[in-house]
């Protein structure tokens, strides 16, 4: 391993580790900033670099995330001057910006131009994965023999961040609705969770070890099981079909099923729609009170964006009434939030880089087997964004970021060089 690699893989097998000193919010936004400087040092100083060791120059995408982020900055200044939200505030919000959205681009920069293999975060996610393994009967038995819930609350707490629940160590949480357990491993709460074993199912479906395979898939479904989100159920059957069915759109009997498929679901158009609709019901009862919740929130974001700040947005989240059980108004949904906070502007300026992203790994996903992997990555996290806000989430879903911004990066053909940067930081030609 390279020693940006080896920090990676060292990083996120030690995440229990981290977990229980409470460490993990302070861990990730600290480790991109100084691989990131890292990345820029690296990029700068390329010309007196070996030459099977300098730097790619980064890709499109990537200069395309580091202005959006860097415009979702500036809204959100405009939105604390035009709600008057004080100075105090302001300076807040812009040091959760740098451990929230400034975190993407930074990621994804360190990915793509360090050139980091995803074996070694699939890997890692597998060692991950089997140290879940051992400490899973613990978890499992703690809340018939009596242990409590919330362990502790690291001192860590003291650095700031969304809340205590992000520096607190949990066994396993009792579900309000209906006094059930859930387990949320190493993430703050159980629905997160969720989202973190879709990673490690996706990537440990891509190792090439027969063992470390099926531990990383074992552990991955049992995070998503245990956790009990909805979501995650989803985000594994699109995140492994998707990406595999992708590269069929090249072959002409494909477009015939399709064809064959519409017309039945066209000539059958009423039941059609009423099974979609009855499933959808149906997916939701399965948690009825979290469903309503939800959806009451992202109703009262909607209607008070659109009559009162429908550009620039509110400048920051704002305590929920009852009805929302409390929850903060802004969050639950990563496009609904933006609305709320940061407008439609905002709003753009997350969805043009994500776009972008999304066209780029689906066209490398249907010309190669290295887009398989990143594309489904993407896929899960964006199903989540309409259940969670991914830039509190991002501190740990830096695996997925690093090998997206890896698949980003232009493959290099055998026999050539890395493409260097010159002085003025214009590419120079690859040589031979």
């Known amino acids: 391993m390279t020693p940006p690699e080896r920090v990676l893989y ?5 995440s229990w580790v981290f977990y ?22 690296t990029l700068y100083f ?13 890709p499109p995408a990537i ?3 580091f202005l959006c982020m860097a415009g979702m900055l500036i809204v959100l200044w405009i939105g604390h001057v035009d709600y008057q939200l004080g100075t105090g505030k302001t300076i807040k919000s ?11 681009p930074l990621f994804l920069l360190i990915g793509a131009v360090l050139r980091i293999r995803p074996e070694v ?15 899973l009967p613990i978890m499992l038995i703690a809340p018939f023999i009596g242990l409590p819930e919330k362990l502790y609350t690291s001192p860590l707490r003291a650095v700031g961040g969304p809340g205590p629940e992000y520096f607190s160590v949990y066994l396993y949480t009792v579900d309000p609705a209906d006094g059930s357990f859930r387990w949320q491993f190493w993430t703050p709460w159980s629905p997160f969770a969720g989202l973190i074993g879709v990673v490690m199912t996706l990537c440990a479906i891509e190792e090439k070890h027969p ?14 099981v245990l956790c009990k989100s909805r979501m995650s159920m989803i985000g594994i059957v699109v995140g492994v ?53 939800r959806d009451t929130l992202q109703s009262i974001a909607r209607e008070r964006w659109w009559s009162e700040a429908p550009w620039f947005g509110h400048g920051s989240v704002e305590p929920g009434a009852h009805v929302t059980e409390h929850m903060l108004i802004g969050t639950h949904h990563t496009w609904f939030g933006l609305l709320f906070v940061k407008g439609l502007v905002g709003l753009m300026m997350f969805a043009i880089p994500v776009v972008w992203t999304l066209l780029v790994l689906m066209r490398l996903c249907i010309l190669s087997e290295r887009g398989r992997l990143p594309l489904g990555l993407l896929l899960g996290m964006l199903l989540f964004s309409f259940g969670e806000n991914l830039e509190v989430l991002v501190y740990m879903l830096w695996p997925a970021l690093i090998i997206i911004g890896a698949a980003l990066m232009p493959q290099r053909e055998p026999g050539t060089r890395a493409v260097p940067l010159r002085g003025d930081g214009a590419a120079v030609t690859s040589l031979p």
Do not use: H
């Open 10 to 14: 060292r990083v996120l097998t030690l």
């Open 20 to 41: 229980l000193f409470g460490a993990l919010y302070v861990v990730g936004p600290v480790m991109a900033w100084l691989l990131a400087t890292f990345t820029l040092f």
């Open 46 to 58: 390329a010309p007196l670099m070996r030459e099977d060791m300098r730097p790619g120059a980064p």
């Open 63 to 65: 200069y395309v995330w």
């Open 94 to 104: 812009s040091i959760g910006w740098a451990k929230g959205w400034a975190l993407f």
């Open 121 to 135: 975060i699939v890997r890692a996610q597998c060692v991950l994965g089997a140290q879940t393994l051992v400490l």
């Open 211 to 224: 063992v470390w395979r099926t531990i990383g898939v074992i552990a991955g479904l049992a995070i998503v």
């Open 241 to 293: 079909a998707v990406p595999r069915l992708l590269p069929l759109i090249l072959r002409s009997w494909t477009w015939m099923t399709m064809g064959v498929i519409s017309t039945v679901m066209v000539a059958a158009g009423t039941w059609t729609i009423t099974t979609i609709l009855e499933s959808w019901q149906a997916f939701k009862d399965l948690r009825a009170n979290s469903s309503r919740v």
